[in-house]
Structures are given as structure tokens and as C-alpha cells.
């Protein structure tokens, strides 16, 4: 307790020092938005501000999933230099508001009408305390396939529905020489496909009960360990160089044809689009088999770190520029997400896009719509980051599924 203590003091004390820093007309933003299409996506957030005379200082920290971006923010936060916003995930928001980092957006937020228009989903982390305290910025979602139209259609394999279809599907292209799967071997990668086979294995109830609850009996159960032999096929189905491999350079795998098939969020939609690609002609988007009526979502927000006990003008322009309907839709269009707000129109969206707004809206309102758990939404990041650990070291062959299942349970009950 002392340790946490002190640390919250120094982090406070640290953010005390920020107030010290004269107001300049710009904004300094921490985030990890590095490919292609991540960066073209923030271009928009970048010009827009510029529209309005406020400058944008660039702080990009590579490392897909942000782990390595909250990182670099804790020593920043630490050092007294907190950044005036930070792109930030589910848990990891509430954490900082608990810790009386963030500032309080309540004012542009009522002026707005925030509270209409943002999805009950994603204000359980937006808001802390009744305290507007991040910026939403979109909506991603986890269990999407991407697929290469035309290395498909040569091997007359249909976008599969179910899980043993898929099989079928693999099977196929690795008859036919084609590396069925792109994949990016690192542990947010592993776990991202994680949650998609989780879906779809265990179903909403189990993925719920798994993820969400942290039930012991379903992390250890038999369907689990069945979860796990489905991520060793797919691990006998990648290509020998896919350890470490970066999620965009994997999605340009499909892009080129050299794949079939890659398990990923729909910011890959946002590198097909980069590369002038077009969804039905180009590529497919589609559910992971299995789990077309659920959606596993992870919303990118900006924290606004405290400023000194007021939001500073630069901060709330920026909140207001994000929540704006023309912004949502321009910059949602490009980065392969949906919007924040449920009032924006599927007009200048494409059929990848549009199916996702539709995904979203039907998933919330049955009851399939639930925290990826990959991306931050479904426990906190100690939670996350024990799962991480026992996919990716069963991914990489250290354990077997009957083992990953026990070490699985004993990770979660230890971090949680
Ligand atoms: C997710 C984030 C996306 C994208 C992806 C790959 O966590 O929500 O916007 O950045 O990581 O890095």
C-alpha cells in the first residue's frame, strides 16, 4: 500500500509540474497509430485541428496494441511531462481517472450532448465517476477475417461460416502451395485471434464467463482446452517467418496474395484502403467463422491528462474535433472502424464499413456486443497481459493445450 502510495503521489506531483507549461496554441498526442493506414486515419484528426490554428506535436510510439505507447506515457507521467492527450483502451482509462490524472471533459461533453449520442458500451470507459474523462474516438472490433478475393476465388473456397469450413478452407489453400494464414507473431497479435476463437468455441455465454467474469470453471474447462487446440491449427497454418512479424506487414501479405486469409481488428481495413484495395473486388471482410451474430469491440479514446486542475482550450478543441459527426465520418472511413456516435450516416462508408456499423447496432441491442479482451475491454490490463503471456507461449509451442488451459487459470486467479 505505502508503494502504491508513493507512486500516486510522484505521479500526481508529476502532473502538478505540467500546470507550469505555458498553454501554446497546440497539442502534444501520444499514440501508436504507425502503418500506413493508422497514419492517414490520424491525417485527418491532424488537418482538422490544423482548420481550427491549433498545431499538433506528433508523439508516435510504434507497437501495435499500444503496449508499448502506455510504456513510454507512465514514464512521461512519472517525470512530470504528461502529454495533453493520450490514445488509451478500455481499462487502461479507468485506471489513470482513478488515479486523478485525467481532466474533466463534463463541460464540453454537456455542450455537445455527449451523452445522446456515445453508446452506453463505450461510456462505461469514457467516464469515471459521472466525469466525462476520455474523447471516444471510433469503434474497432476483433473477430473479423480478411481475405484475398482472388486467391479465393482460384481455389473456389467461399468466405467460411463455421468453424470446420474453415478448416476446409486452410486445408485447401495449403494443398494448393498458398500460405493459408498471414500472421504477425507477437502476443497481442496471438491473443487478438485468441478472441475470435474464444467466440467461437466457447460462444457469448463462455466468452463472457471467460473474459469477463474470470470464471475459474470456464477458464479450465474442456471447451477452453478446445480453444487452444483451434489456435494450434492455426499455428500449423502460418508461415515460418511469422514470429515477430508487424500485424500490417502480415495484412500486406494478404493484400499481395502471398496469403489467404488474416485474423485481425478492422484497422487492417484501413491498410486495403491505404493500398487503393477495394472490399468485394480486392479483398473480403467477414466474421470469424462462428461468431457472425457477436462483436468483440475495442474503442480508441483520448485521454486528456490534467492540466493543472482545468481542461486547457487546446484540449476541449480537440474533444469537440473528435466527437464531431463530420470528423467520425471521415476519419472512421479511413481507419477501418465505426463511429463513437450512433448518429452518423453509413453514407461515405464501404460495404466493409457498413456491415460493421450494422454488426454494432445489432450486436448491442441482442445482447453479442462485449469487451475484446485482447484490446483492453474485457478485464484490466494485469488480467490482459496473463492472458497474453499463456497464448502466446502456447502459440510458440511451450505449452500444450491441456497445459495452457491450467496455466491459463492460475495466470488469471494471480492477476486479477
Ligand atoms: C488497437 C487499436 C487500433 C490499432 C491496433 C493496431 O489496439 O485500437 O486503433 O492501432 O491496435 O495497433
Redesign the pocket.
Known amino acids: 500500500m505505502r508503494k502504491l502510495l508513493k507512486t500516486k503521489s510522484v505521479i500526481v506531483a508529476g502532473l502538478l509540474c505540467t500546470s507550469s507549461l505555458v498553454h501554446a496554441e497546440e497539442v502534444e498526442v501520444l499514440h501508436?497509430?504507425t502503418s500506413g493506414g493508422?497514419a492517414a486515419a490520424l491525417n485527418v484528426l491532424k488537418d482538422d485541428l490544423s482548420g481550427q490554428g491549433i498545431g499538433w506535436t506528433d508523439m508516435p510510439v510504434a507497437g501495435?496494441?499500444?503496449e508499448q505507447a502506455m510504456t513510454v506515457l507512465r514514464a512521461r507521467v512519472t517525470a512530470g511531462n504528461a502529454p495533453t492527450a493520450v490514445q488509451a483502451?478500455g481499462f487502461d482509462i479507468q485506471d489513470w481517472a482513478a488515479q486523478g490524472a485525467l481532466a474533466d471533459l463534463n463541460d464540453v461533453a454537456a455542450q455537445e450532448g455527449w451523452d445522446e449520442v456515445v453508446p452506453d458500451a463505450l461510456k462505461a470507459f469514457a467516464k469515471h465517476d459521472g466525469k466525462w474523462v476520455s474523447a471516444p474516438v471510433n469503434v474497432?472490433s476483433t473477430n473479423w477475417v480478411w481475405a484475398n478475393k482472388a486467391v479465393l476465388d482460384a481455389n473456389g473456397i467461399a468466405p467460411p461460416t463455421s468453424w470446420d469450413e474453415f478448416v476446409a478452407a486452410v486445408e485447401t489453400l495449403k494443398g494448393a502451395g498458398v500460405t493459408p494464414i498471414a500472421h504477425g507473431g507477437q502476443a497481442w497479435q496471438d491473443a487478438t485471434i485468441f478472441d475470435a476463437v474464444v467466440m467461437s468455441t466457447l460462444g457469448p455465454d463462455g466468452y463472457k464467463a471467460a473474459f469477463i467474469d474470470l470464471d475459474e470453471e470456464v477458464l479450465g474447462g474442456e471447451a477452453m482446452k478446445e480453444a487452444f487446440d483451434r489456435m494450434a491449427f492455426i499455428r500449423d497454418n502460418v508461415d515460418e517467418n511469422f514470429s515477430g512479424r508487424d500485424?500490417n506487414l502480415a495484412t500486406a501479405m494478404v493484400i499481395n496474395g502471398e496469403a489467404g486469409f488474416q485474423m485481425m481488428?478492422d484497422?487492417a481495413k484501413g491498410e486495403f484502403l491505404n493500398a487503393g484495395k477495394v472490399p468485394g473486388q480486392d479483398f473480403l471482410c467477414f466474421r470469424f467463422p462462428g461468431t457472425a451474430e457477436q462483436v468483440t469491440f475495442?474503442a480508441?479514446q483520448f485521454m486528456m491528462f490534467d492540466q493543472g486542475g482545468s481542461v486547457s482550450e487546446e484540449q476541449a478543441a480537440l474533444a469537440s474535433a473528435i466527437l464531431s459527426p463530420s470528423f467520425q465520418s471521415a476519419f472512421n472511413v479511413v481507419k477501418g472502424s465505426v463511429p463513437a456516435r450512433t448518429d452518423v450516416s453509413d453514407a461515405d462508408f464501404d460495404d466493409c464499413g457498413k456491415q460493421g456499423m450494422k454488426d454494432l447496432a445489432a450486436a448491442a441491442a441482442s445482447g453479442n456486443l462485449f469487451g475484446s479482451m485482447a484490446?483492453g475491454h474485457a478485464a484490466p490490463a494485469s488480467v490482459k497481459n496473463a492472458v497474453y503471456d499463456v497464448v502466446t507461449a502456447h502459440f510458440n509451442g511451450e505449452y500444450d493445450s491441456e497445459t495452457a488451459v491450467t496455466e491459463l487459470v492460475d495466470a488469471v486467479s494471480i492477476a486479477k
Do not use: R
Open positions: 501508436w497509430w493508422e501495435g496494441g499500444g483502451l474497432h500485424w481488428g484497422w475495442n480508441d484490446h
